[in-house]
């Protein structure tokens, strides 16, 4: 089966990730979503950041950082995570799906969805870890 493919937003700030929580679910996610056939990932994240956060991002703001691979949380299969850094404008809030915003200091693993520990554990805690754009 093919893995669920989202472009996500990581940002690190003072060791505290931006996270969102979707209504009735107690994990945190990253913010971002679904790639949309024929859409590419960059396009995705904008997207789906202004319908979540309500801040918006240009495509040329946004940089490519690593891709997760890992398994799908309350669903069956894989999600591969293709994230990014980005600048934006606005103040993120929690919009449609979106019931919490927050910042979450990294080291609360057992709060997050599986793909973002796995995140956390293999790039944000390696010498990546200042990966900062706002």
């Known amino acids: 089966m093919k893995p669920l493919q989202c472009a ?8 505290k990730l931006l996270l969102v ?10 913010p971002g979503g679904k790639i949309e056939q024929g859409e590419s990932p960059e396009h995705a994240l904008c997207r789906e950041l202004a319908e979540e956060l ?12 690593y891709t997760v691979l890992a398994p799908a949380y309350g669903q069956a299969g894989d999600v591969e995570l293709i994230c990014y850094c980005a600048e934006w404008q606005g103040i993120p809030r929690a919009l449609g799906e979106i ?3 927050a910042w979450l200091p990294l080291q609360n ?7 973002v520990h796995v995140l956390c554990r293999d790039f944000l805690n390696a010498e990546h870890l200042h990966t900062q754009a706002t």
Do not use: K, M
């Not at 929580?21 to 990253?30: A, E, G, S």
């Not at 309500?54 to 950082?65: D, K, S």
């Not at 693993?109 to 793909?115: G, H, Q, R, S, V």
């Open 21 to 30: 929580r979707v209504r009735n679910n107690q994990h945190w996610y990253l």
């Open 8 to 15: 996500c937003l990581v940002n690190v700030q003072n060791q």
């Open 109 to 115: 693993p057992d709060l997050f969805a599986p793909a």
């Open 99 to 101: 019931s919490e915003v």
């Open 54 to 65: 309500g801040i918006t991002v240009l495509p040329a703001n946004t940089r490519y950082l």
